[in-house]
């Protein structure tokens, strides 16, 4: 069957990795190789022929959740206030945008600030350590 990974973790795929989909369902992956245009091609152990992964096909897999505290979430960076390192508020972050060179925080204000300049997440505000004049136009 082949697989969509939208992880930066190869590892999700290897061999004893458990996903599961919306429902709970655990999908366990036997083997996992790389096709080609870097497509990947995963036989899990439950899906024993081809009709069983015709039904499988376009669910949506999710693995564990990954606890690594320097980990930049973008989904929790939604709600809170964009601050300056200098203290100057400059925001709050709406969305975040897929951008290919950073994603982007989208601030209430339309203004994009891309997340290579952030410094410091907290539960309250995201700091940004950002170059002169990017916040001109407001």
């Keep these: 069957m082949f697989v969509q990974l939208t992880s930066n973790l190869d590892e999700r795929l290897s061999p004893g990795s458990i996903l599961v989909d919306a429902n709970g369902t655990e999908f ?16 899990f152990s439950h899906l024993l022929d081809r009709a069983a992964a015709e039904r499988a096909l376009d669910t ?3 693995g564990e959740p990954i606890d690594d505290p320097d980990a ?4 929790r960076l939604i709600g809170l206030d964009v601050v300056e390192t200098d203290g100057t508020m400059w925001g709050e972050c709406i969305a975040v945008v897929a951008n290919p060179a950073a994603d982007l925080l989208e601030l209430h204000t339309s203004a994009l600030v891309p997340t ?18 990017l916040f001109e136009d407001l």
Aim: no cysteine; glycine share 4%.
């Design 28 to 43: 366990v992956v036997e083997r996992s190789r790389t096709a080609a245009k870097g497509r990947r091609v995963v036989k």
């Design 72 to 75: 930049l979430w973008t989904h």
């Design 60 to 62: 949506p897999l999710y």
């Design 116 to 133: 290579n300049f952030i410094v410091a997440v907290d539960d309250e505000r995201v700091v940004v350590d950002t170059p002169d004049g």
